[in-house]
């Protein structure tokens, strides 16, 4: 079965530095974009970073030049480093991948979500 799993989150003050992995796991033939959103209480959910197999990553507007995403491939593992937190960054983030999975080809998945606290 394949599957994403996240780690990484927690509490931190306003101004510090959180990473938060992601790592697909399964029968995978393939990974194409894999990304990080987020959603806060009483707000929908929305997209952080998101970075293909090939070419430039893309960010939140709110995020840009604070996060940084990145992949491993050989570890089919993306990363989110997230610095100069504010406590406006609090939120449930998700894992996000389209992946090809060898039974069933391919589809997109979601992590279980960890969440991000900023204290000010």
């Known amino acids: 079965q394949v599957q994403l799993v996240e780690s990484g989150g927690g509490l931190v003050q306003a101004g510090g530095s959180l990473r938060l992995s992601c790592a697909a796991s399964?029968?995978?033939?393939?990974?194409?974009?894999m990304g990080w959103y987020r959603q806060a209480p009483g707000k929908q959910r929305e997209l952080v970073a998101l970075?293909?197999?090939?070419?430039?990553?893309r960010y939140a507007d709110s995020v840009k030049d604070r996060f940084i995403i990145s992949r491993d491939n050989a570890k089919n593992t993306v990363y989110l480093q997230m610095n100069s937190l504010k406590p406006d960054d609090t939120a449930v983030y998700y894992c996000?991948?389209?992946?090809?999975?060898?039974?069933?080809?391919?589809?997109?998945?979601w992590g279980q979500g960890t969440q991000v606290t900023v204290s000010s």
């Open positions: 970075i293909p197999s090939s070419g430039s990553a």
């Open positions: 399964g029968r995978i033939f393939s990974i194409d974009y």
């Open positions: 996000n991948a389209r992946m090809g999975d060898l039974t069933i080809g391919w589809s997109t998945y």
